[in-house]
């Protein structure tokens, strides 16, 4: 089936460093994707979106990276803070206006 | 508060109940949309609306779950003959639709269901 994966389901990072999230998608026809965050108890907060005509888009120390070549997403956070810390998910647009998400990066930040 | 708001937060029952929850989506927002969550995963989808109208319905909506968005504006998800499986996080998002492409959906904080 299609689907979208994370490659790391955790990740620690120092406070201050970057850190990277990688997601993987498998439907070449989904034409639109989104980071979304999401803290303990709370729903999905939407970070960033990117088309797929585009491979690179920059936010508030958010830089979201698409290569299509390969399938693949990032998403990168800038001088990481301990309010970042939080589970992050990437979801697919695909053809029916259906989002797939993937099973997410949980991120902690450590003082 | 001008975001989506989901009633209630938490439900607990006896399974083979019926429950039903709500979304009120972002005013301006024409498209909703029902996930549910389960602890460890991403938010599968399971229906969405533009207006009123049912657009999609995902395999995991058994004929014991049924969505409703009367008016286009606020929408119900019912469970009926609830499962033990059905406990989970319900997740309601909104959304604008646009002839320049997708937009982001913007979440609730979900409906947690427990079943007894």
């Known amino acids: 089936g299609e689907s979208v994966g994370l490659h790391l389901p955790t990740l620690s990072v120092q406070e201050g460093d970057n850190s990277i999230i990688n997601c993987a998608y498998s439907n070449s026809a989904s034409d639109y994707f989104i980071w979304y965050k999401q803290e303990s108890g709370k729903g999905p907060q939407f970070i960033i979106d990117?088309?797929?005509?585009?491979d690179k888009r920059q936010g508030q120390r958010v830089t979201v990276l698409l290569n299509k070549t390969v399938k693949h997403l990032s998403l990168q956070i800038a001088a990481t803070q301990p309010g970042d810390s939080a589970v992050y998910f990437c979801?697919?647009?695909?053809?029916?206006?259906?989002?797939?998400f993937g099973t997410g990066t949980s991120l902690t930040v450590i003082p | 508060d001008t975001g989506v708001s989901q009633n209630p937060r938490h439900k607990i029952t006896k399974r083979g109940q019926n429950v039903t929850f709500r979304c009120d989506p972002i005013s301006e927002h024409n498209r909703l949309y029902w996930y549910r969550q389960t602890l460890g995963q991403g938010p599968e989808f399971l229906t969405y609306?533009?207006?009123?109208?049912?657009?999609?319905k995902s395999r995991l909506l058994s004929d014991r779950f049924s969505a409703e968005r009367p008016k286009g504006s606020f929408s119900t998800l019912e469970i009926q003959r609830t499962e033990q499986g059905d406990s989970a996080m319900y997740l309601c998002?909104?959304?604008?639709?646009?002839?320049?492409?997708?937009?982001?959906?913007?979440f609730g904080d979900g409906t947690r269901l427990s079943i007894l």
């Open positions: 979801a697919e647009n695909q053809p029916g206006n259906q989002f797939y």
């Open positions: 990117i088309r797929s005509n585009m």
């Open positions: 998002a909104s959304s604008v639709s646009s002839g320049t492409g997708n937009q982001p959906q913007h």
């Open positions: 609306f533009q207006n009123e109208a049912q657009l999609e």
